[in-house]
């Protein structure tokens, strides 16, 4: 494959150099630990829910595939086991964030503002996530803005070249990439992503 353009990382607020030093490093070591969820039958995506203290609350990777249930990304499985060992339903209180290798799906974005977390953080842009693979990461409207308006921090593509590496290396070992089969999503992607 052609090596993609390193991208920038873009934010809805000014960046705070530590918050991204420290979600770089996160990002990384999720990319990393990744690639050992997709040889257990996982799906490329790997989410981390921290506390602003930096305590691990929660970590899941995406189990779409080997748990056969379409809404198990990463992201609502962490939310999920983060919400399960806290017993509540509103993380708000709890000053979380989000950590993710790939840009949230519109599925993930609606669950991460009614979880409460407070940031969000992560790797690949889903315009690339689809380029590389072929999911169907869905339609997203202005959502760094909508995210800005509830008072949710978004920082996006950190460490993009180690999380497109992953992805490529799924697509090239043969894993499912899953998505509907049906007309109007060809013809959707084409429309978006031209
Ligand atoms: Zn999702």
Known sequence: MQKSK???????????????DNASKIILELQHELKKYINTGH???????YDS??????????SVVNKS???????????????????TYDLSKYDLSIYVTSEPCMMCLGAIIWSGIK???????????????????????DWFNEFKKRGITVYGQIETDAGEQ???????????IYKPKRNYFAKATRAIHK
């Open 6 to 20: 390193t991208l920038s990382v873009i934010a809805n607020k000014k960046i705070d150099k530590s918050k991204l």
């Open 166 to 176: 992953v992805l490529q290396d799924y697509v090239t070992q043969g894993h499912i």
């Open 43 to 49: 799906g490329p995506f790997l989410a981390a829910i």
């Open 69 to 87: 249930c379409s809404h198990n990304h990463a992201e609502m499985n962490a939310i999920k086991l983060a919400e399960k060992k806290l017993r």
């Open 119 to 141: 940031e969000v953080y992560y790797g690949v842009p889903s315009k690339r996530v689809t380029k590389i693979t072929g999911f169907d990461e869905g339609f997203k409207p």
């Open 53 to 62: 203290k930096g305590n691990l609350i929660a970590k899941a990777a995406n």
